[in-house]
């Protein structure tokens, strides 16, 4: 079982920044590729953006590319989400994820966080 805890959320006032974070006390994070969905309120649960194993290869959802980065160190077992130019379409619960592969389809993912709030006000 690998256990993903998400923090770094809050609130934000619009084209603000915030970085989450997620990390786990798996030894083995390094190999898994990773994950951020997000759920807005009465919404299905979102792909935000995945990383590879090594780091070499990222996805985003067209929505974000160009203002939201993933990131992985793999010495600290964390797996970062740089949000900046933040919009209030941005509120929503966001999660990590653990799977075999970077995809965006949200079923493969084997394992996920409890989230983190972050909400954009206007």
């Known amino acids: 079982q690998v256990r993903l805890v998400e923090s770094g959320g809050g609130l934000v006032q619009t084209g603000g920044s915030l970085r989450l974070s997620c990390t786990t006390s798996?030894?083995?994070?390094?190999?898994?590729?990773m994950g951020w969905f997000r759920q807005a309120q009465g919404e299905e649960r979102d792909f935000v953006a995945a990383?590879?194993?090594?780091?070499?290869?990222?996805l985003y959802a067209d929505s974000v590319k160009g203002r939201f980065t993933i990131s992985r160190d793999n010495a600290k077992n964390t797996v970062y989400l740089q949000m900046t130019s933040l919009k209030p379409e941005d509120t929503a619960v966001y999660y990590c994820?653990?799977?075999?592969?970077?995809?965006?389809?949200?079923?493969?993912?084997?394992?996920w966080g409890q989230g983190t709030q972050v909400t954009v006000s206007s």
């Open positions: 994820a653990a799977g075999d592969y970077p995809t965006t389809r949200r079923a493969l993912y084997n394992y």
């Open positions: 798996a030894r083995t994070f390094s190999i898994y590729a």
């Open positions: 990383i590879s194993r090594s780091g070499g290869n990222t």
